[in-house]
């Protein structure tokens, strides 16, 4: 009787560590092809800003994807000479075109400033699916290129999800997209 009661604890504490190690196997799969997936779909390249370095501007990963920078500020919209269409701010991370001018998102978790705050994984894989904001808002202007991104299947969509839903967190205030020049 007393071996079973000192057993007994034992065996429970065992059992949960299988348990909670079964489901953190699959997640971890989820987050890493969720990493590779914003890796090869080049999420960092309009999403980090780009810092100075001595060998020219390199991505800023201590700001991934965290979108425009809020310090940056908004700047209007610019009319370009034919055959033109489009400019890229310094950053990497503002583009004027015919739309007006569109900011990259903070795709970080942080929960004042990130742009999935608060999204399930419905709404995200919605937002990419029909290219509103939210699944539900304003279009998501260019060149964010939501139309092939839509096309990934539900599967690789909730792993993009979750590994942005673990990258470390960013405060950066995005600034609103601002209307095209008349």
Known sequence: MIRSLVLAPACLAALLAASLQSPAAEPADKIRRGEYLATIGLCNDCHTPLKTTPDGPVP?????????????????????????????GPSLTAFSGPWGVSYAANLTPDPETGVLRGFTEAQFVATLRNGRHQ????????????????????????????????????????????????
């Open 135 to 182: 699944g539900q808002g304003r279009e998501i202007l260019p060149p964010m290129p939501w139309p092939w991104i839509g096309k990934m299947t539900d599967e690789d969509l909730g792993a993009l999800f979750a590994y942005l839903r673990q990258i470390p967190p960013v405060r950066n205030r995005v600034p609103d997209p601002l209307p095209p020049v008349n």
């Open 60 to 88: 800023d990963m201590s700001r991934m994807l965290s979108g425009h920078p809020a310090a940056a500020g908004a700047t209007p919209p610019i009319r370009l000479p034919e055959p033109w269409m489009a400019a890229i």
